[in-house]
């Protein structure tokens, strides 16, 4: 059975920083891609940023770029997503994902996280 835990979720203040990361069991993380999307209240789930099997392809949704960084450490099975120079519009509950393809379609993505609560004031 896969799990994906994710932590390091919190409040912080506009401009701050964060490190999220998510820790993955019951599949050989290796083998599957990496995703971060986020859902705000009221809104549909949206792509974040993902990370390819080896970790030398990433993808970030254009609101994000230059702000966010998706790694990956296969040998502790974590993924994680540093959030840099953080906006109130970050606010968000935050979900890693285990998929098939480095994408930005949350169908293309297998197994979900429970998520972690991500708060930026002003």
């Known amino acids: 059975q896969v799990q994906l835990v994710e932590s390091g979720g919190g409040l912080v203040q506009a401009g701050g920083s964060l490190r999220l990361s998510c820790a993955a069991s019951?599949?050989?993380?290796?083998?599957?891609?990496m995703g971060w999307f986020r859902q705000a209240p009221g809104k549909e789930r949206a792509f974040v940023a993902a990370?390819?099997?080896?970790?030398?392809?990433?993808n970030y949704a254009d609101s994000v770029k230059g702000r966010f960084t998706i790694s990956r450490d296969n040998a502790k099975n974590t993924v994680y997503l540093q959030m840099n120079s953080l906006k109130p519009d970050d606010t968000a509950v935050y979900y890693c994902?285990?998929?098939?393809?480095?994408?930005?379609?949350?169908?293309?993505?297998?197994?979900w996280g429970q998520g972690t609560q991500v708060t930026v004031s002003s």
């Open positions: 994902a285990m998929g098939v393809a480095t994408s930005r379609s949350l169908y293309d993505y297998r197994y």
């Open positions: 990370i390819s099997r080896s970790g030398g392809s990433t």
């Open positions: 019951g599949r050989t993380f290796r083998d599957y891609t």
